[in-house]
C-alpha cells in the first residue's frame, strides 16, 4: 500500500451520466462494507452526489474511520472521454492507436487512414473530440505522411490538445509544427516501433493525464477532486486494469483465468477481454498486435440514448417481432428511452423490450470486439487472421443495470457465443459459462488495485454470481 499500513477503509466513487455509485471496503477484511447510489449530479454540480456518497459512507463505517478512509474515484460522466485518432494505414497504425484510446478509458468519435483531406478534416472538426490521437510510421520509416498531416491539423481551426505517438525520428518536428501554430502537442513513444510490437501504455498514460487535469467535464470538478487522494480517472480504464487483475490473480490469491467482460450502459456497451492472442489454426495474422487485456466501446449500442442506433441497425420490423409488439408502440417505446435517460421499464412489453435491446446490444458488440479468419487467395490458399482469437475463452462475466436486475440475465451474455454458422470464421468461444458483477465493483477494484492488490481481487471475486 502506498499509504503504509494504517489504511482500513476504503471510499470509491464512479461519477456516472445517470448515477453516482459508491463502494466502501474493508481493506483489511477484503470485503465490502456498503454499497450506494444516487441520481447524477455531474451536469449541476457533482460535489452534490459526493457528498450524498460520503454521508452514506460515514453512516456505514463512523465518522473516524470516514475521515482516515482512503477516497479514490472514477468517472464516465459527459460520454466519457472523446477521441479522434488519425494514422497512416487501417489495419495498423490506426488499430493499434484505437487500442491504446481504448485502453485509457476513452470513446473514439472519429478515425481515419491515409493523408488527411479538406474533407476529412472538416469530418474531425465537427466529431467533437477532446483529444487527438496522431500516429503511424515504425521507427525509421515514413515520414511524409505524418509531417503532411502534422501540418493540416496545425493549420486547422481544431483548439485540442494533440498526442503524436509515430515514427520518433520526426516527433520534435511534429512538436514544432503544432506549437508555431499555438497549437499543444504531447510527444508519446511510437505505438509501433517495429513489426509486430505493441507499445501502447505511454500514450494511455498521457490520456489519462489529459482526462484529469484538462477536460474533464464534470461541473464542480475541482471541489470534488479536493477530497481525494488520487486524480480521478476514467471509469473504462479502472475497469480494464481490474478485470486483468482477475485474471491474472496475484502472489496470495490465483485468478479466474482467461474471460470477456460484457458491460451493458445506457449509451454504450463496451467489451473486454483478457488474454493472449494466438494464431486459429495455423492462420496469418495480419494487422495490428492484438494486446492482452483490450477492450472496444460500441457508442451505437446502449439501452436508453443510443438505443434508436440499434434499432436502425436491426430494423423496427425485425426488433417488433422479436419483442412480440407493433412497430408504433416499439417507436414510442425507444422515443421514451432517448428522452428519459433514467427509465425504468414498468411493465412486462417494456421488459421484453429492453431484454431484446440488450440481447442484440451484446450479440453485435462481441462480434465487433472479436477477431475473425478467412481465406485468400494470393500466391496460393492462405487462412488470414485478423484481430483477436477469442475461442479458447470459457467465461463470461456481465455487469451493467439490465444484467444486475434481468431475472435470468443468462441469455443476454449467451450472445458471446459463437453459432454454428460462425464456427471457423468469428473467432468467439463456442461453449462459455455466465457470471455476473452482483455488487458492481470492477470500477472500484480498478482504483483499489494500487494500493492493495488482495483486497481488490477478493471484493471482485465475492461479487460474482451464477447468472
Known amino acids: 500500500m502506498e499509504r503504509g499500513l494504517t489504511l482500513k477503509f476504503a471510499i470509491l466513487v464512479d461519477f456516472g451520466s445517470t448515477y453516482t455509485k ?74 493499434a492507436g484505437r487500442n491504446a484510446s481504448f485502453s485509457a478509458g476513452a470513446k473514439i468519435v472519429f478515425s481515419m487512414n491515409g493523408l488527411i483531406s479538406g474533407k476529412d478534416l472538416e469530418e474531425i472538426e465537427d466529431a467533437g473530440a477532446e483529444i487527438l490521437l496522431l500516429c503511424g510510421g515504425y521507427e525509421g520509416g515514413n515520414t511524409h505522411g505524418l509531417l503532411h498531416n502534422a501540418t493540416v491539423l496545425s493549420e486547422s481551426k481544431l483548439a485540442i490538445p494533440v498526442i503524436y505517438a509515430g515514427n520518433s525520428f520526426v516527433a520534435q518536428e511534429i512538436r514544432k509544427i503544432f506549437m508555431n501554430k499555438g497549437k499543444e502537442c504531447f510527444l508519446a513513444e511510437n505505438i509501433m516501433p517495429v513489426i509486430g510490437s505493441l507499445n501502447i501504455e505511454p500514450t494511455a498514460d498521457i490520456i489519462r493525464n489529459l482526462f484529469m487535469n484538462r477536460i474533464t467535464n464534470m461541473k464542480g470538478i475541482g471541489s470534488v477532486q479536493k477530497e481525494m487522494d488520487a486524480p480521478i480517472i476514467p471509469t473504462p480504464a479502472a475497469v480494464l486494469s481490474a478485470g486483468a487483475l482477475l485474471c491474472r490473480g496475484t502472489k496470495n490469491e490465483i485468478g479466474i483465468g482467461s474471460f470477456m467482460l460484457a458491460d451493458i450502459g445506457g449509451a454504450t456497451t463496451d467489451i473486454y477481454s483478457y488474454i493472449e492472442n494466438k494464431s486459429f489454426q495455423g492462420a496469418k495474422c495480419i494487422g495490428s498486435p492484438e494486446p492482452f487485456a483490450k477492450r472496444t466501446v460500441e457508442g451505437d449500442m446502449g439501452m436508453r440514448e443510443s438505443s434508436i442506433c440499434l434499432t436502425r441497425e436491426l430494423g423496427e420490423k425485425n426488433l417488433a417481432e422479436r419483442c412480440g409488439i407493433s412497430e408504433t408502440f416499439l417507436k414510442e417505446a425507444i422515443e421514451k428511452r432517448i428522452i428519459c435517460k433514467d427509465y425504468i421499464a414498468d411493465d412486462s412489453r417494456e421488459k421484453i423490450i429492453d431484454y431484446q435491446i440488450a440481447c442484440s446490444a451484446v450479440n453485435i458488440s462481441a462480434r465487433r470486439h472479436a477477431g475473425y479468419v478467412a481465406k485468400e487467395f494470393n500466391d496460393g490458399c492462405c487462412l488470414v487472421q485478423r484481430g483477436k482469437n477469442l475461442t479458447e475463452i470459457k467465461t463470461i462475466i456481465g455487469t451493467g443495470g439490465i444484467i444486475v436486475n434481468e431475472e435470468n440475465p443468462f441469455p443476454i451474455l449467451e450472445n458471446v457465443r459463437a453459432d454454428a454458422s460462425e464456427t471457423g470464421h468469428i473467432l468467439l468461444p463456442e461453449r462459455i459459462s455466465t457470471l455476473m458483477d452482483h455488487d458492481y465493483v470492477f470500477f472500484a477494484a480498478g482504483l483499489l488495485r494500487k494500493y492493495d492488490e488482495d483486497a481488490a481481487i477478493s471484493i471482485m471475486k465475492r461479487s460474482l454470481r451464477l447468472t
Open 22 to 95: 459508491m463502494v466502501c471496503v474493508n481493506i483489511g477484511e477484503r470485503k465490502v462494507v456498503a454499497t450506494d447510489k444516487f441520481p447524477s449530479t455531474v451536469h449541476t454540480d457533482a460535489a452534490i452526489g459526493l457528498c450524498q456518497c460520503f454521508d452514506a459512507a460515514r453512516t456505514a463505517i463512523g465518522h473516524e474511520n470516514f475521515k482516515s478512509a482512503l477516497k479514490l474515484a472514477t468517472s464516465s460522466a459527459a460520454g466519457g472521454l472523446r477521441m479522434a485518432v488519425v494514422g497512416l494505414t487501417k489495419a495498423v497504425s490506426v488499430e
